[in-house]
């Protein structure tokens, strides 16, 4: 079952966390970047950083209200 949690997509920048199904020993991540069209604009996208590996993909913000993929710190 999919359960979404309230976020505040401003505060998600350094924030950590769990992928609930890692892939290529990628566990742990960091938000680094939050991706807005204008300054002022709403978050739209958020830029995930694999602890382990250093790789970096970015992803709209909501996907990580899915607990079915992401657990907020980490685990």
Same mark, same amino acid.
């Given at each position: 079952?999919?359960?979404?949690?309230?976020?505040?997509?401003?505060?998600?920048?350094?924030?950590?966390?769990? =992928?609930?199904?890692?892939?290529?020993?990628?566990?742990?991540?960091?938000v680094v970047a939050l991706?807005?069209?204008?300054?002022? =604009?709403?978050?739209?996208?958020?830029?995930?950083? =694999?602890?382990?590996?250093?790789?970096?993909?970015?992803?709209?913000?909501?996907?990580?209200?899915?607990?079915?993929?992401?657990?907020?710190?980490?685990?």
């Amino acid at each position: 079952m999919t359960t979404s949690r309230r976020l505040n997509p401003s505060k998600l920048l350094l924030s950590k966390w769990t =992928a609930t199904v890692p892939q290529n020993k990628e566990k742990h991540f960091l938000v680094v970047a939050l991706g807005r069209p204008a300054p002022d =604009a709403p978050v739209e996208t958020v830029t995930l950083e =694999a602890v382990y590996t250093g790789r970096q993909n970015t992803l709209p913000w909501q996907a990580l209200r899915d607990e079915s993929q992401w657990l907020q710190g980490w685990k």
